[in-house]
């Protein structure tokens, strides 16, 4: 299986502040991967689609990059609808394989 | 814009089978080249991908849970159906059914998982 490891798993960040989330996959992907976001009580919604592509009608404040093994997601000014948990996922080989969850906290 | 919801028993005892439906609706579960997946999440939270049935008929899974697990389609009921036998505590979790769309670019097609459940939590107790 394709190893998916995010980092930081937490951070505690003010609104309006810039936010970089690391994913590292186990093995080269190109850019099959993609971002998700799930806020309390709900299911994971897609961001991010093959490393960089917005999905329709997500906010532009949210840019992803990286190919191969390396990957980011950036919110480049946070608002208070983005404290969530985000997940990166690789859709290269099966099993698909997601990282463990960064949240993203209020300070 | 298509919808899925889950459906299925919230409680299930050892050693017995989980039995899960997804109900497609806004759309054909046989129409495109689409696959339709079962993912998990636990109460400590992380995603788990069970396995997939594609509009072609084929099946992958999770080799972590192949031996337990089968996905089947219902196309007359536009459901797919997810059954997981001899359950454990370890099986107690929230239970997804999403779709695999397909996005093109750079040249190649993409399957993010792009239309996603409510969920519906599984409990295994006795």
């Known amino acids: 299986d394709i190893q998916m490891t995010q980092s930081p798993s937490s951070l505690s960040a003010s609104v309006g502040d810039r936010v970089t989330i690391t994913c590292r996959a186990s093995q080269i992907i190109s850019t099959y991967f993609n971002w998700y976001q799930q806020k309390p009580g709900k299911a994971p919604n897609l961001l991010i689609y093959a490393a960089f592509n917005l999905r329709s009608g997500v906010p532009s404040r949210f840019s992803g990059g990286g190919s191969g093994t390396e990957f980011t997601l950036t919110i480049s000014s946070l608002q208070p609808e983005d404290f969530a948990t985000y997940y990166c996922q690789q859709s290269y080989d099966t099993p698909r394989t997601f990282g463990q969850g960064t949240k993203v906290e209020i300070k | 814009q298509v919808q899925l919801q889950e459906s299925g028993p919230g409680l299930a005892k050892p050693s017995q089978t989980l039995s899960l439906t997804c109900t497609v609706s806004g759309g054909s579960i046989n129409s495109d080249d689409y696959c339709w997946t079962w993912i998990r999440q636990p109460a400590k939270g992380g995603l788990e991908w069970i396995g997939r049935?594609?509009?072609?008929?084929?099946?992958i899974y999770n080799p972590s849970l192949e031996s337990r697990v089968t996905i089947s389609v219902d196309t007359s009921k536009n459901q797919f159906s997810l059954k997981v036998n001899s359950v454990t505590a370890a099986d107690t979790a929230l239970y997804y059914c999403?779709?695999?769309?397909?996005?093109?670019?750079?040249?190649?097609?993409?399957?993010?998982?792009?239309?996603w459940g409510q969920g519906t939590l599984v409990t295994v107790s006795s």
């Open positions: 999403a779709r695999e769309g397909n996005f093109y670019g750079s040249g190649s097609y993409y399957n993010p998982l792009d239309n």
């Open positions: 049935i594609c509009t072609s008929g084929s099946t």
